[in-house]
């Protein structure tokens, strides 16, 4: 069964740089959420997309944004990177009550 | 906002024995629910196990049990039977489970446990 695809898996960005990650969601899951961890940290809820419109918000800093596309792709690009945002960002899909999470991204900002 | 607790920052367990890993939430609201999820060191999120807040049995799968208690608002996680392999990263999350599209998750510190053979 096709799962939750995340990409790039790792990724090394240096401060000040910009960096996109990739979600792609499980087919006809119309809802996308975005996550973060931090090391030794508990997941922290970002920003969800209902049907490619914005639905919720976290606490997703400024200099982060995000969106999901007419194929219900979502990207969460992020701007000038801080050594804090370093983390594993975690996508995940849903169509009704059920999560699937995806592998994640691991960003280390050096 | 809803707050999920897990005081147990890590629990040790003999291979074959059974282990209790705590949870308890902060809300009365009848329209949650909620998740324990597994993460190896790996880093992905496996989910194990789901508790509506409605239902009037304690949700079970396989090795995996829920001690729910409502009046104490907890949902401990029960592992009978410990693997080496469930050596991980055990979370605690609760989500609204009505009121529109906004079903984000809310997790637990986590409780790290070791299985010793």
């Known amino acids: 069964a096709a799962g939750v695809i995340q990409s790039p898996r790792h990724l090394i960005k240096e401060k000040r740089e910009t960096a996109t990650l990739k979600c792609y969601p499980i087919p006809r899951h119309d809802t996308v959420y975005w996550y973060q961890q931090g090391p030794g940290q508990d997941p922290q809820f970002l920003i969800s997309?209902?049907?490619?419109?914005?639905?919720d918000k976290g606490s997703i800093p400024d200099r982060f944004s995000a969106q999901q596309f007419s194929d219900y792709h979502s990207e969460l690009n992020m701007s000038s990177l801080e050594l804090g945002d370093s983390a594993l960002y975690f996508c995940?899909?849903?169509?009704?009550?059920?999560?699937?999470f995806g592998s994640g991204t691991r960003l280390t900002v050096v | 906002a809803q707050k999920i607790t897990q005081t147990q920052p890590g629990m040790f367990v003999q291979e074959k024995e059974a282990v209790t890993l705590d949870c308890t939430y902060d809300t009365s609201d009848p329209s949650y629910g909620l998740f324990w999820y597994k993460q190896p060191s790996s880093g992905e999120m496996i989910f194990l196990i789901y508790?509506?807040?409605?239902?009037?049995q304690n949700a079970t799968e396989g090795r995996y049990s829920l001690n729910f208690q409502k009046a104490r608002k907890s949902a401990n996680l029960v592992i009978s039977a410990s693997q080496l392999g469930d050596s991980a990263m055990y979370f605690c999350a609760m989500r609204r489970n009505s009121g529109g599209s906004n079903y984000k998750l809310t997790f637990g510190k986590g409780t790290l446990l070791t299985v010793n053979p």
């Open positions: 995940a899909s849903s169509l009704t009550l059920g999560y699937t």
């Open positions: 508790q509506g807040f409605y239902d009037q």
């Open positions: 997309f209902y049907e490619k419109m914005q639905s």
